[in-house]
């Protein structure tokens, strides 16, 4: 069972970046790895992804110039560099892992999940 751990999180003004990172307990070389995000009240929804081998990735429309999703095989652990923050990114974060799909985009394509991480958004 994999088990993935995101930190990095907390509060910042709007416009300030943050790094967010998710560690995973074994090899994810194999894994796509993606980052979600869930504001109170609304559905999770995709942030971005990259393929096994680093060379695909997608981002969600709202995030695209801001966002950078990067990973490191051999620490087994995936970023998302988040600058230019708005009060709208305020969510939980979640990262997750998937082995079914080249660069999967919907929860359901996931087979692992970590607990989130707060981001916070001050205006």
């Known amino acids: 069972q994999l088990q993935l751990v995101e930190s990095g999180g907390g509060e910042v003004q709007s416009g300030g970046s943050l790094r967010l990172s998710c560690t995973a307990s074994?090899?994810?070389?194999?894994?796509?790895l993606g980052w979600f995000r869930q504001a109170p009240g609304k559905e999770r929804e995709g942030v971005s992804c990259i393929s096994s081998s680093s060379g695909m990735t997608n981002y969600t429309d709202s995030v695209k110039g801001r966002f950078t999703i990067s990973r490191d095989n051999t620490k087994n652990t995936v970023y998302l560099q988040m600058n230019n923050l708005k009060s709208e990114d305020t969510a939980v974060y979640y990262c997750?892992?998937?082995?079914?799909?080249?660069?999967?985009?919907?929860?359901?394509?996931?087979?692992?999940w970590g607990r989130g991480t707060q981001v916070t958004v001050a205006s």
């Open positions: 997750a892992a998937g082995s079914r799909f080249n660069l999967p985009t919907r929860p359901s394509e996931f087979d692992y």
């Open positions: 074994s090899f994810v070389g194999y894994y796509a």
